[in-house]
């Protein structure tokens, strides 16, 4: 499992999961190398000093820069003018009161205040990103397909000091072998426990015998 977050300081952490909105690990790192070149560190203080442009600039390779270095902007200008207590002292507050403060900060929705707290702050939660979610559907965990809704079952899933292992193994899963388009199944070690893929296997012989009946 790739604890990407390991050694990260938590400002990094949040830029880094600000940059992998709708882009891929590769090119959110990419994105994460051009604000360290650019800038020297990625901290609240060295990109709150910046022009928006520059970090546009600097995180052209992540995609959508447009979009994400204003949100980045406004993150490290809110942040780099808390002096006490500093936002780091938050997220060691209880898991809601350091949810509800990273969800006020501008541009910042409960997936990345999760991915924040699970992987810079230690709090138990579950993070859904698009692998967990998709992954959560073929296994029905979730009665509804929100993100409160998956997040809560998989919280009720899994004990506090797993989650955020099973969150990098489910997200390790989704990259490999559970992908969007074409999983492969007949790799899957958990097919014989998967609702998705023993649905798919009961509707097959129905389908080969519509084809032989034509
Ligand atoms: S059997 Fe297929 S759909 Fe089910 S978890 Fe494995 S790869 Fe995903």
């Known amino acids: 499992m790739d604890d990407w977050a390991r050694g990260m300081p938590p400002f990094e952490v949040l830029v880094s999961t600000l940059l992998s909105q709708s882009t891929t690990v590769a090119n959110e790192r990419r994105g994460m190398d051009g604000l360290r070149d650019a800038f020297g560190a990625i901290t ?12 546009e600039l600097a995180v052209y390779h992540a995609g959508l820069s447009r979009q994400k270095a204003p949100r980045i902007r406004a993150v490290a200008d809110r942040l780099s003018g808390m002096r006490s207590p500093r936002w780091e002292a938050i997220l060691r507050r209880p898991t809601t009161e350091a949810r509800a403060f990273l969800t006020s900060l501008p541009g910042v929705g409960p997936k990345t205040a999760d991915v924040v707290l699970a992987m810079a702050g230690r709090h138990p939660v579950f993070p859904i990103d698009t692998h967990v979610a998709r992954i959560a559907s073929r296994w029905r965990l979730a009665p509804k397909p ?30 490999t072998l559970c992908r ?3 999983p492969r199944c007949a790799e899957c070690p958990v097919a014989r426990d998967c609702d998705w893929f023993r649905a798919r296997r009961r509707k097959r012989p129905a389908q080969r015998l519509k084809t032989a009946d034509r």
């Not at 609240?44 to 970090?55: D, S």
């Not at 997040?151 to 489910?170: C, D, G, M, Q, Y």
Request: charged letters at 35%.
């Open 180 to 182: 969007a388009r074409n």
């Open 44 to 55: 609240p203080e060295k990109l709150a000093c910046r022009r928006t442009a520059e970090i």
């Open 146 to 175: 929100d993100y409160e809704s998956v997040r809560a079952a998989l919280e009720r899933w899994t004990p506090p000091e797993k989650r955020k292992a099973w969150h990098l193994a489910i997200i390790a899963h989704g990259g």
